[in-house]
């Protein structure tokens, strides 16, 4: 096993050293971490808890009601989790609810911030491998401070990063955020590579500030599959498991 990280990195090693790359930056969220999973879960609760109690209702109808509720949410809300009261109200005008009724089951949701979600596939093994290469690592991720620290901890992950930018959840992630941690690591967006599912928050952001390498990650969220892919970005359909083999 030591033998193949060491192996993998030689040749990863090579394959960033002819790009210029000298410090790769990563998204935490349905990059490293399978966050949507932790939201579908918890979805499904919420919509088994008001199907119960509603019972003029099909599931269905309250699924597709959450969906567009939420989606909509993140444009006035991003990230945060003041979100699920917007997506009860809207829920409890367009289903006809009591919003009482919706909103004492939104601790079902609030759940989601207190779980640390399950390490992607190959997510461990990748960053073992970047790691032995000796190139730099930072983490610029969209969340609160509390429930970063859990995943982090869950997974002990702070090892491998030597800065990490926390991106406030009320905000949208941007290309200052990714700045910022371009900036600690006193390097120019040349020399930088960018790992994302966030096609805005995450690539678009970076393109805009020079960084020419730049890895998709497409996800299931469709909200962060919007708009153009840069031109020039590795896009890994397979996820995590799939980037230093796109590289070598
Ligand atoms: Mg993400």
Not at 90 to 103: D, K, N, Y
Not at 145 to 155: G, P, R, S, V
Request: charged residues 25%.
């Amino acid at each position: 096993m030591f033998k193949e990280v060491e192996n993998r990195a030689n040749l990863l090693g090579e394959g960033l050293s002819r790009r210029g790359i000298v410090v790769v930056l990563f998204d935490l969220d349905d990059t490293l971490l399978d966050t949507n999973k932790v939201f579908r879960d918890q979805r499904d609760k919420f919509v088994d808890a008001l199907d119960r109690k509603f019972s003029n209702l099909t599931k269905e109808d309250i699924g597709r009601s959450l969906t567009n509720a939420n989606n909509a949410a993140y444009y006035t809300h991003s990230v945060s989790p003041t979100r699920w009261d917007e997506v009860a109200k809207s829920m409890s005008e367009e289903l006809a609810l009591p919003f009482e009724g919706i909103s004492a089951e939104l601790p079902i949701l609030r759940q989601i911030y207190k779980t640390a979600p399950e390490l992607h596939e190959g997510a461990l093994e990748t960053l073992q491998v970047f790691l032995a290469t000796g190139v730099q690592m930072g983490l610029v991720t969209h969340a609160s401070q509390e429930w970063t620290q859990i995943k982090l901890e869950a997974h002990n992950l702070f090892p491998f990063f030597d800065e990490i930018v926390v991106v406030d959840e009320n905000i949208f992630k941007g290309p200052e955020h990714w700045l910022e941690a371009i900036n600690r690591f006193n390097v120019l967006p040349e020399q930088v590579m960018s790992m994302g599912d966030n096609l805005g928050g995450d690539i678009r952001a970076t393109a805009e500030l020079g960084v020419k390498h730049r890895i998709y990650l497409p996800g299931k969220w469709s909200i962060y599959s919007d708009g153009e892919i840069p031109e020039g970005t590795i896009v890994v359909e397979e996820g995590i498991k799939k980037v230093v083999d796109s590289l070598l």
